[in-house]
């Protein structure tokens, strides 16, 4: 922040103390427990000097303080006020991609991160209190879904054993045997519930969608699907493998493979397995 003349130029202009702002800014810090916090209070009591607020002044600092708590907690209940499941999902995403988390633990870590809230209640309530109530009753039904997709993990997670019997099919346009291998003609049911894998994963880098779509309807795509039979005798889609001939694949520049042009190779597009597999 320092650095960056904009930033400084637009905090003198409303006439704020850049020592205060850097101060709030790690009081955001999450979790706010551990190592974490005792760093963060280090660091803000050394600039709540440097920005002349004397040590003595406690009542002063806690109010930086304080509001720097209030900044987090709006900050973690907003992105989940603000739109639906799908918005949510899409931010939890993006959060799993910044922090590191596997997309396996998208509905685990959210779950703890709604509960962690709860551990705030005081500064908790205070934000909600000033949220419209269509807010809220968005926040409390995004908080609801991503309890009950974690409910359907576990119960997924209880029935995966030994016993479990995966199957995959290979999926072609037109219906053509490939040899020693359970074939099926991709159909929109097909294509949606791959899409739908697809859609619930959190990459780091993204097909766009339609293009994923399109992709599934050109003869060229070889398409992999992993099944599990259901107690009713349904097979279901849990999972799959992408991809198409290499010739097809828009290598990075200064990549060079021997294979392109033999025909010989399949370029892995991506690989997709439903949450709780």
Excluded: C
């Amino acid at each position: 922040m320092r650095t960056d003349k904009k930033i400084v130029q637009l905090i003198n202009e409303v006439g704020l103390n850049i020592d205060i702002v850097v101060a709030l800014i790690h009081r955001t810090a999450y979790p706010f427990r551990g190592e974490i916090a005792d760093h963060a209070l280090a660091r803000m009591n050394e600039l709540f000097s440097a920005a002349g607020i004397d040590e003595a002044n406690i009542p002063q600092r806690n109010r930086y303080a304080n509001m720097g708590w209030f900044l987090s907690v709006a900050e973690r209940i907003a992105g989940y006020a603000l739109g639906n499941f799908d918005h949510a999902l899409d931010l939890a995403r993006k959060n799993a991609h910044a922090l590191g988390w596997h997309p396996s633990v998208i509905n685990e870590r959210s779950v703890q991160h709604f509960s962690s809230l709860q551990e705030e209640k005081e500064m908790f309530e205070k934000v909600m209190s000033g949220v419209p109530e269509h807010y809220k009753r968005t926040f409390h039904k995004n908080v609801e879904t991503f309890g009950k997709a974690w409910e359907e993990e576990l119960e997924l997670k209880g029935l995966i054993s030994d016993e479990l019997k995966l199957t995959t099919v290979v999926q072609t346009m037109d219906g053509i045997q490939v040899q020693d291998r359970a074939t099926e003609v991709i159909t929109d049911d097909v294509r949606n519930a791959v899409s739908k894998i697809y859609r619930d994963q959190a990459l780091p880098i993204r097909v766009a969608e339609d293009e994923f779509w399109r992709t599934l309807s050109d003869e060229n795509t070889i398409l992999v699907t992993l099944r599990i039979d259901k107690s009713d005798g349904v097979s279901q889609i849990v999972g799959y493998a992408k991809g198409y001939p290499l010739e097809r694949a828009e290598l990075r520049r200064g990549t060079a493979d021997r294979n392109r042009g033999g025909n010989n190779s399949v370029y892995l597009e991506g690989i997709g397995v439903m949450k709780g597999f």
